[in-house]
């Protein structure tokens, strides 16, 4: 009899998700801005030491509202990593910019801040961070180069580090703004969702306003105004209260999760390093003084034609595995929306030689043995 399939991604429930749908909707408040919106926000904001969270309808939707509070003008640019989604760079073409595309780093796999150093130039207005796999970015790199230019704000596209550190602090605090993703596919889900994190005072009276289709509904709200008119741009950007019940049990889980998440990538790296320079592949690097938020686990191949042998035979095992982004500044979308060509070796070799194994909170270490034993054996 076949051994069961292993799904490269499958959403659980972890705590009390069903139990708090239930409350929401017996509550009568299903909207944005409901109870369980307030109680997210306030483990969100206290977990993140941020000065607000607005939970909106997909990480993409956090992006925009960062774009927006960015007030781009005409010629400004963005700086994003080519090895990304494509949202961390249409948010910011949404907005009139356009985008510059830097390389990453073999060590992490996170935008090259050397590279960035290099393209910089007097209509760069923004920089983009991810923190790929959950393993923060070299953030003091980064930070070192924007030290120079003050008019030039960090932004984090924080969808796989939630809960991650670096050097003891979260990641998504280090930036004037940061996005987070509660997508299906993400360590902590409601199915769709995101959050923006505000790391700037200064930004959470517009962020508000943006968030509340450009009305000061939140300031009447809070008793400020006697009643609430159209003041800006904006649009409908809030999280249901439904979406919030199930993501408030997913992080109440949260150590839960990331315990379990932890024993998976830790039976990976434990089963595979020892076999990697005997068989010709790589295994992430885990660099000392981050906090590692255990979102995915990935191993670089020899080459592209490797890695589609050794996906179909684990495919035969009945095991999906998956390759990542196609780099953005190779795309239609990429060479349409740049300012200008950019060079990004790294990020070219590394899209066509990494491959991520299954991790999801369903999987076991007695899971994770059995993938490393198909995927070691179709090297062999």
């Not at 969702?193 to 517009?206: C, I, S, T």
């Not at 300031?219 to 919030?244: C, H, P, Q």
């Not at 830790?266 to 320079?277: D, G, N």
């Not at 938020?293 to 191993?299: F, R, T």
Request: with cysteine; charged share 25%.
């Amino acid at each position: 009899m076949p051994e069961p399939e292993i799904r490269f991604n499958q959403p659980t429930l972890e705590g009390r998700e069903v139990e708090y749908i239930q409350q929401a909707v017996l509550g009568g408040h299903t909207s944005m801005n409901g109870p369980f919106a307030k109680r997210v926000t306030a483990l969100l904001e206290d977990e993140l030491d941020a000065a607000a969270v607005l939970l909106t309808t997909s990480c993409t939707d956090a992006l925009e509202m960062a774009a927006m509070l960015l007030a781009l003008e005409p010629g400004d640019t963005v700086i994003v990593p080519s090895f990304t989604f494509v949202s961390s760079a249409l948010a910011f073409i949404r907005e009139g910019a356009k985008v510059v595309f830097a390389d990453i780093e073999r060590e992490t796999l996170g935008i090259d801040p050397n590279h960035v150093a290099e393209l910089i130039d007097d209509s760069t207005r923004a920089v983009v961070a991810v923190h790929y796999a959950g393993v923060g970015c070299d953030v003091p790199g980064l930070r070192s180069v924007l030290g120079d230019h003050p008019r030039i704000d960090l932004i984090e596209d924080n969808a796989h580090g939630l809960f991650g550190r670096f050097d003891g602090r979260p990641l998504g605090s280090f930036g004037r703004m940061s996005a987070v993703s509660f997508h299906e596919t993400k360590s902590f889900t409601c199915g769709e969702g995101g959050a923006l994190v505000l790391n700037d005072p200064a930004d959470v009276e517009r962020a508000n306003i943006l968030y509340e289709k450009g009305t000061d509904r939140r300031a009447f709200e809070n008793g400020t105004v006697d009643k609430y008119t159209w003041r800006d741009t904006g649009s409908s950007f809030g999280m249901s209260d439904i979406l919030a019940a199930y993501l408030l049990g997913q992080l109440e889980a949260r150590d839960a999760i990331l315990a379990k998440r932890r024993a998976v990538v830790e039976r990976y790296q434990e089963r595979l390093a020892p076999e990697a320079a005997t068989l010709g592949f790589e295994v992430p690097v885990m660099p000392g003084g981050r906090d590692y938020a255990y979102h995915l686990y990935y191993v670089l191949l020899e080459d592209a034609d490797t890695r589609a042998r050794v996906t179909k035979a684990l495919g035969a095992a009945g095991i999906r595995a998956a390759f990542h982004f196609v780099p953005l500044h190779d795309s239609e979308g990429g060479r349409r929306f740049r300012a200008h060509d950019s060079d990004c070796p790294v990020t070219d070799e590394i899209a066509g030689r990494l491959l991520r194994l299954p991790v999801h909170n369903a999987l076991t270490p007695d899971d994770a043995d059995r993938i490393s034993d198909a995927f070691l054996s179709a090297l062999r």
